[in-house]
């Protein structure tokens, strides 16, 4: 054989594949023993009112109820406690989209931590505000929660749409006298609370307000209320009608409407009307 082929065979052989039994592992991969185990995981609930500030004690707050979607079971459940937040902060100032808004100074919030074997499907639902019952919306949500992943600064923001809107004047209930000249008055405010008002933050200006009088479920008058500069109070006059035209009395209706905020309230209360107005009973005369 010459040089040259004995060289061939060489490479040839060189290029020939040979099992090789594989090493065994000596060290491998050590079992994670807490893969399986539950995890503390915090989440953080915020009720707010839209366009507003959070739901605080000024208003009772907001309660907050934590459902299992799957087994329909009650996780938790709470009221929502702390301060409305800092208005300077929530209101005027700029921020990018992951900058908090809420949590940047102390503010009312629900807080609540599961041990979490498994990712669950949770529906957070809110209520309030809780001191006004009449003018109390419900919100709800639902959110994955991953074991051990928590949701904290701003959290789980919850909005709710509406006003809270009081008729101061008159009283509701109060008996009123057929063709007398009557000032509706009534205040309105935010979910959270703040002042509705001219120029302020909560523009009234903005906002639709008026006054309706009703017979039955037929409004009899439309009334335009204007601000009247004391605690965000707004009024306007109305004649009570005859005894014969409303034998079961009026009611009287307040409407705030915001189209473009998405914010809308009411507030109705019932008045019995008399004939005339009654005086005090005169003392018989002794003699």
């Not at 919030?109 to 957070?124: G, K, R, S």
């Not at 009411?266 to 003699?287: F, G, I, W």
Request: aromatic content about 6%.
């Amino acid at each position: 054989m010459t040089h040259c082929m004995r060289l061939t065979v060489a490479l040839a052989a060189c290029l020939i594949p040979v099992p090789c039994l594989a090493a065994p592992v000596t060290e491998g991969l050590s079992p994670d023993l807490h893969l399986n185990d539950p995890k503390p995981t915090t989440i953080l609930v915020r009720v707010v009112a839209n366009g507003s500030m959070v739901l605080g004690k000024n208003v009772g707050g907001a309660r907050v109820t934590i459902t299992d979607v799957a087994t329909k079971q009650i996780l938790a459940t709470g009221i929502q406690q702390g301060e409305a937040g800092d208005q300077n902060q929530i209101m005027r100032t700029p921020r990018l989209m992951e900058e908090p808004r809420y949590s940047s100074r102390p503010a009312a919030a629900f807080t609540t931590t599961f041990d979490l074997l498994q990712p669950t499907l949770i529906e957070v639902t809110a209520e309030g505000p809780l001191a006004y019952s009449a003018s109390s919306q419900r919100a709800s949500t639902t959110v994955w929660l991953i074991p051990g992943q928590d949701m904290t600064n701003d959290g789980i923001v919850l909005h709710l749409y509406g006003y809270i809107i009081q008729i101061e004047h008159p009283k509701p209930g109060e008996a009123l006298i057929a063709k007398d000249d009557v000032i509706l008055r009534a205040s309105i405010r935010t979910l959270s609370g703040a002042l509705v008002r001219p120029h302020g933050d909560w523009d009234s200006r903005k906002i639709r307000i008026y006054g309706e009088l009703m017979i039955g479920d037929r409004v009899l008058e439309r009334l335009q209320m204007f601000y009247s500069g004391e605690q965000a109070t707004f009024e306007a006059p109305f004649f009570v009608p005859l005894p014969n035209d409303a034998p079961d009395g009026i009611a009287l209706r307040v409407i705030a409407a915001d189209s473009v905020g998405g914010n809308f309230g009411m507030s109705q209360a019932k008045y019995p009307v008399l004939s005339e107005r009654l005086h005090p009973h005169q003392k018989s005369d002794p003699r």
